[in-house]
């Protein structure tokens, strides 16, 4: 039996004809002492084609990064955090996803643009 590594999990496929993949945010905020607000974003795409891991892994990624930065939208809306958390929240989430995005291409040895504009090239429910 071949050595079971990272990259293999992740290249792995389990023959699905469909993926659904769901993502959530929460995230509970300090307004004043004693008094909390929570944030609750999810989504789910249905995607009417199997997936290997590492593209369940980065789309999940690109999922939960919208629905965070859609949060800190709000939370930056509201005045709950600064312009400067922001925008290094922002930073650190497309950071996260050009990893994933890299890791992924290097592993299936070809590129993984298509992923951003899935609506092109495979059937896509988004219920939020």
Do not use: H, W
């Not at 993926?19 to 795409?45: A, P, V």
């Not at 497309?94 to 890791?103: I, R």
């Not at 590129?111 to 951003?116: A, I, K, R, T």
């Amino acid at each position: 039996m071949a050595e079971v590594t990272m990259d293999r999990i992740m290249s792995a496929s389990f023959g699905e004809t469909a993926s659904s993949i769901r993502s959530t945010f929460k995230r509970t905020i300090n307004i004043r002492q004693y008094e909390t607000e929570t944030l609750e974003l999810s989504s789910t795409l249905d995607i009417g084609r199997s997936l290997c891991g590492i593209e369940r892994m980065v789309i999940s990624a690109i999922l939960q990064a919208q629905l965070e930065y859609e949060a800190y939208i709000q939370m930056s809306m509201k005045g709950y955090i600064t312009s400067s958390e922001f925008d290094m929240r922002k930073k650190v989430l497309t950071e996260d996803v050009a990893g994933l995005v890299a890791k992924g291409e290097a592993l299936l040895g070809k590129p993984l643009d298509y992923l951003f504009d899935l609506a092109n090239t495979a059937e896509v429910k988004s219920e939020n």
